[in-house]
T-cell receptor, first 113, second 110 residues
């Protein structure tokens, strides 16, 4: 089954404790992206990657890091989480560039206390 | 970069009525306009998309129209059903510069 898998689905943690949200897709897509969803703001792009070892900033990259060492994986790293990063996060993938239909993961709800 | 605005933020209709959600965009180079539906607690899922070389596209009860001159596009849902209740997002952009609208919460009352 074609899918984008995120882990964990839920996480409550404390300020400053490094965390990683994993994302994996099995569709051999070149393009992968991370979004955060906050009420009234829609989905805002954090980082995206057009292929292995190619990453770029989206609209709200501050406080986040990503890596793309393998085509299928695109982890999101919060080196020193803060309460304003409490949000619902989605990973997505598509073939080609960003102007193609995106397949989303089920989301990760992060709470930073 | 692109800026996408979406209206209304909430929409309530009676079952069987039509629903229309409108979006505007700022960048005349934008060429791809998908719409995503997000049910409560679920991931966004593509329901229909349109590219700039087409003015209208229809899929059963859902249609999207695009006016490139005015830089706006709309989602039309006819014969609405309770299962159409969800948040709908419009998206506009080109290549890697894609922007989501803020979303419209559609409620279909039985």
């Amino acid at each position: 089954e074609a899918q984008v898998t995120q882990n964990p689905r839920y996480l409550i943690t404390v300020t400053g404790k490094k965390l990683t949200v994993t994302c994996s897709q099995n569709m051999n897509h070149e393009y992968m992206s991370w979004y955060r969803q906050d009420p009234g703001l829609g989905l805002r792009q954090i980082y995206y990657s057009m292929n292995v070892e190619v990453t770029d900033k989206g609209d709200v990259p501050e406080g986040y890091k990503v890596s793309r060492k393998e085509k299928r994986n695109f982890p999101l790293i919060l080196e020193s989480p803060s309460p304003n990063q409490t949000s619902l996060y989605f990973c997505a993938s598509s073939w080609g560039l960003g102007n193609q239909p995106q397949h989303f993961g089920d989301g990760t709800r992060l709470s930073i206390l | 970069g692109e800026n996408v605005e979406q209206h209304p933020s909430t929409l309530s209709v009676q079952e069987g009525d039509s629903a229309v959600i409108k979006c505007t965009y700022s960048d005349s180079a934008s060429n791809y306009f998908p719409w995503y539906k997000q049910e409560l607690g679920k991931r966004p899922q593509l329901i229909i998309d349109i590219r700039s070389n087409v003015g209208e596209k229809k899929d059963q009860r859902i249609a999207v129209t695009l006016n490139k001159t005015a830089k706006h596009f709309s989602l039309h849902i006819t014969e609405t059903q309770p299962e159409d209740s969800a948040v709908y997002f419009c998206v506009g952009g080109n290549n890697n510069d894609m922007r989501f609208g803020a979303g419209t919460r559609l409620t279909v009352k039985p």
